[in-house]
């Protein structure tokens, strides 16, 4: 199986989507001939014609709204926020519009789209393009959100989005987008919404997250393994709504012990609500308190170099969080 | 439909390419959602509802812009006061009351949003909600599809003057403007948004602001739905034509209050009122048939016996209709598929 | 002491607020001669003119992000959004720009405004005037919330909030405004931000939550204590941002069963991350799940009233889950 | 200051009331701009900083807006490519170079926030993020509380033309015209909004909006510095005079790529800027100074050397300061109180 960077793996699942199904279509800011700023469309508007990869003007409230619209016309809009940190002006539109528009007309309408959007720190990029905003849409019923880890759940997913009938939100993490790269199966095929997958066995501790943080578990994982005996199970959410509660039931039964991981601010985050779900079904398994190790409640984040590096999550982090947690 | 009558291109409506019939119709459905506007305020103050927004005297526009359109092929976009528009486009007053009393068999949304909150795939009236504005950039996305597909589909939305606004206003016409695509935006101006004054809410003309996105906008007289429809079907041509988006701003005045809660009188005089209501747009128009021999007083009373009978009816429907069950108003978050992953 | 209800208390903070400081002064849509759709701004317009009360055109964004520029230029402005719902399209001035403007600058400038919006449902106002949208802004750094349930900590919870030097987002209960009236002193007091109450003491369960739910808490608790001899111990956040993290775990270990109230939507809720807290500090302390009785994750709400009234939480399906928690 | 020089009202800008020495002034701070700014691109492509984003070309204009503008009581909402204008408001070279490097020195953000994102409330400029157009109401914000607070205070805030788009650049526009406040939008249209070309953004005049707000808007040559400055000037007299809003449209081109990490020539063509290139204000304006006997090529050489000199220090000092601790990073997040509860 040919081997992708994650952010190919995403270029390709829109590619061959818009080959199969006519009804798709990309569109946002600079989504056209240069391809969008990390590269994710370069090469549709060559292949597919400027309507169909769509260079928008610069709203993005309007970029939801049109691909609203279109999709409830029958088209399958894929819309592109440049950062997910540029979505805000559109959250009326997928609060009150995207997510509510099946449930308020009694299933008469329907509204398949998906927001694609770049998340995450690490790209010295500042307050503003470094934010992971899923506390803010998480929780709002109508929405689906997705946030792969890997090239191979990337793909996947994302050609799941674009099937799917309710609208999708897309987390994609920036940092993922060239430092992660797997086996990822040419031609189609989907990975389901609302089902998370285990990354690792283990029977010491589990660990529960989604995107990048992932693999700084996996690598301390790793090391805890050869230079502890302890062994991690790990699960990656890969969909953070809706979350997949006997996976997360059956990962926590597994080893007693649970670290929640996600580069999001703490407070309020999708982690949470695992530990409240955790905490309301299976508070009598457990061996541990369960702990977080989020993103800390600072906007996130700041432009220099060692502020940045501060703020982010990173192996000997988890690393650390992980061997107390054993050691617990 | 054929021309008919004497008077066959000497009048108003048969210059604009009206049949007599088109003519007497738009005048049957003002009077039908006058009257079902009424019956809805009535039924508000008895207590047997527990909301309505009225659209009294914005009736002869919306008639008109209806007429403008093609039932069969664009996408409608109107807002919670277009009763005489969905009423022109196909919904039914028996719907109408079914929504008022929000009961199950209700198409819109089966008692689930507020009356006023129109939505039917079948008459191509798209689903809105209550945040205001966040359906223009919608009908640009249906005209955008439209455009994608080749379709000679044109759509039309409707908002208020005060939802002129709204950034969604700005943000849907310059996308439309830029692409060239086939929408009318339509700002039904009554001069009031609740009890903001036109001018607390704009020190510009509505219509002026089509400019800015390189595409025309007129103002039209709401209370002449003849020059309406000419506005419109222009409009329509236009569209269809490929020359893109208009704004037309429909100059008209909310007569009643707000909503069922609102009190006017804090913020208006009844003079003021009353001025607006000497200029109704349907007595006008009654006369403007009496005059041309298409009405006449025993049409009159035909029409409103029909009218009363009609709405008397829908009354009753509706009131005994059954609300959706608890359980399936749970329903329909998202898609509900069936064992093979299929939408059902 | 004068009995007020809860909308007269919000008032006369506000008035009382004008009348000492002239950099107050409140915006939005109708709260001018109207006085609000509520008639939360009665009279101001009348005693203050209308800079002091003034209508806005019908513009959330530019409602916050006039108000933030004000707030920024050295003024106290209280914003109100007609309802809760409709503070969507303000999103990215309230995320990206209130939140972080104090942030951003190093502390060179702040931003010390208040934006009032009503929620909760029960006024048979449909999917658009009922819903709590505290979940999408609660998790940002740099705002605080607020959402006092009695007469008493709206008039001193919104004191402190127009003298807080940050942005703070008031959460007022559209169902408390004429339902609940108490003791309100007259004059300045504040009610500080980020302190929890007791609003009863029990020794059986505790319930934690915020605004209307809690009333319906206590009364299912005196009927508890009457028929069943069950003692709840009730603790009101009223800040949800900080949340007292000290008051929760001490209510939480004084039973060792807790509920958790809100009528926002369940999942992602802020009670989530109460059950985490917790979960994460007082797990062994605990002789029962954490249970959390919320919204449903449907949206709030249908305007027909058998489906509002069963989305709606109320004091029988709070005294049956207490009952229950209590017998577990 | 008074005017000096023979040419005293016989030039462009003595008769708008400029002296000779603010007119040599300004070309020095558009000098300096450019330098300073060319200097950023160095850096970046060193990779001595991490981000660079270049006002370059539309030097002329900032400065001229900037000149129009009372730094004492004018309150000023720039935006990323606006180096020009906030040297000219008093911002010095090495406290851009502080920014550009991140450090804590900076008194824009501390190192905290992009360079090109700029705030310090003693020169009166208010704090920027990222998210385009934003600024626009806040702006609307210190000319309400100017009103409010009786002070003859203008704001002035810039955007590009692709975030005129957006809905903030419409709610603000026309909040300000409904209260006729005294502010100065100033779109500078560089005809790119990173790879989107202004017929992509917009069919319509940027200028033509303000009709649609009751406001005037015109256009101006940003390439033309003194006609830039005339047309502020009379902005600002209007605002003071109570006369409301205006926009402004400053007809630019963006010559580099969009930020550091665009690669341009993947959508437009290497002629397209040259032709552009060739249009720069700068030595168009330093010709009229030396055709009135104002600059001369000495004056050039040691100015050179002075900006040189100026911006070298700025850049090893930027280079060596500290950044801000990763503790002091996170502070700031809410007020920080003392023992009082009193703001710190
Ligand atoms: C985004 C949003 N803000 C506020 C409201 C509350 N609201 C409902 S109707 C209305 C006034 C609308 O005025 P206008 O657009 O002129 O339409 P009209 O009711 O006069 O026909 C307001 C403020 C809303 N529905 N949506
Ligand atoms: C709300 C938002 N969306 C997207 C972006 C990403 N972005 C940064 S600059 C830019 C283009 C801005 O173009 P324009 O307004 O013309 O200004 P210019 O850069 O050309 O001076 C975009 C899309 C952003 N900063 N904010
Ligand atoms: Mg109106
Ligand atoms: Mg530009």
């Known amino acids: 199986m040919p081997v992708l960077e994650y952010i190919e793996a995403i270029r390709t699942a829109m590619k061959e989507e818009m080959e199969r199904d006519s009804r798709v279509f990309v569109l946002g800011e600079d989504v056209g001939l240069k391809g969008g700023v990390f590269g994710a469309t370069k090469g549709l508007q060559q292949q597919f014609g400027e309507m169909r990869s769509l260079d928008t003007p610069l709203a993005e409230s309007a970029i939801a709204g049109v691909a609203i619209g279109a999709a409830m016309a029958g088209m399958r809009p894929v819309a592109e926020m440049q950062y997910s940190d540029f979505m805000f002006p559109a959250t009326n539109q997928i609060i009150s519009e995207a997510a509510k528009i099946r449930y308020r007309s009694n299933n008469d309408w329907d509204c398949p789209i998906v927001i694609r959007a770049p998340i995450g720190a690490g790209v010295f990029g500042g307050l503003y393009h470094s934010q992971c905003p899923e506390s803010v849409f998480f929780g709002t019923p109508g929405l689906k959100i997705v946030a792969p880890a890997t090239a191979y759940d990337a793909k996947g997913l994302l050609l799941a989005a674009i099937r799917d009938p309710d609208p999708v939100l897309f987390f994609e993490n920036k940092k993922c987008y060239r430092l992660i790269a797997d086996e990822v199966p040419e031609g189609e095929y989907t990975v389901p919404i609302g089902k998370a997958s285990v990354m690792r066995e283990g029977s010491d501790i589990t660990v529960i997250g989604y995107s990048m943080p992932l693999h700084f578990a996996m690598q301390a994982a790793d090391e805890l393994s050869r230079e502890e005996g302890i062994e991690a199970h790990i699960l990656d959410l890969r969909t953070i709504q809706p979350l997949d509660r006997e996976a997360i039931l059956e990962a926590a039964a597994r080893t007693g012990k649970v670290l929640i991981v996600h580069e999001d601010n703490k407070t309020g985050g999708v982690g949470a609500e695992v530990a409240a779900i955790i905490s309301e079904e299976l508070l009598f398994d457990l061996d541990a308190p369960i702990r977080r190790v989020c993103g800390p409640d600072v906007p996130a984040t700041v432009f220099n170099p060692p502020g940045e590096k501060h703020f982010m999550l990173n192996k000997d982090k988890l690393k650390a969080a992980m061997l107390d947690l054993a050691r617990y | ?344």
């Open chain 2, 1 to 344: 439909m054929t021309q008919s009558g004497s008077v066959k291109n000497h009048t108003r409506h048969a210059a604009l390419g009206l049949t007599d019939e088109q003519a007497v119709r738009m005048y049957e459905l003002m009077q039908l959602a006058r009257k079902y506007d009424e019956r809805g305020q009535l039924l508000q103050r008895a207590g047997k509802v527990n909301f309505n927004i009225s659209g009294i005297n914005q009736e002869p526009s919306q008639v008109a812009m209806a007429f403008a359109m093609d039932t069969e092929r664009d996408w409608f976009l109107p807002y919670y006061r277009d009763y005489a528009f969905v009423l022109s486009v196909g919904m039914t007053v028996k719907e109408l009351m079914l929504a008022l009393f929000g009961k199950a068999e209700d198409p819109n949304s089966a008692g689930r949003q507020l009356p006023g909150h129109f939505g039917s795939k079948r008459l191509r009236i798209v689903t809105g909600s209550s945040p205001v504005t966040t359906q223009v950039p919608h009908a640009v996305g249906f005209a955008l599809a439209a455009k994608m597909r080749g379709e000679n589909s044109v759509s039309l939305v409707s908002f208020g003057e005060g939802s002129s606004n709204q950034g969604d206003f700005h943000e849907g016409c310059n996308f439309a403007g830029v692409m060239k695509l086939p929408v009318i935006f339509v700002c039904q101006n009554n001069g009031y948004a609740i009890s903001v004054p036109l001018s607390k809410q704009t020190a510009g003309r509505i219509s002026d602001r089509a400019l800015g996105y390189g595409f025309p906008g007129f103002q039209v007289d709401g209370n002449d739905p003849l020059e309406v429809y000419r506005v419109f079907k222009e409009a329509h041509d236009r569209a269809l034509a490929g020359e893109g988006p208009t704004l037309i701003e429909v100059v008209t005045y909310r007569v009643t209050p707000h909503s069922a809660s609102d009190n006017d009188l804090a913020y208006r005089t009844k003079e003021e009122v009353e001025h607006h209501r000497a200029k109704d747009g349907i007595p006008a128009y009654r006369r403007y048939l009496t005059d041309i021999g298409l009405w006449n007083d025993e049409k009159e009373q035909e029409l409103l016996a029909r009218i009363r009978k009609e709405i008397d009816e829908a009354t009753e429907y509706g009131e005994r209709a059954p609300f959706q069950s608890v359980e399936d108003a749970f329903r329909y978050v998202y898609a509900e598929t069936d064992e093979a992953g299929e939408v059902r």
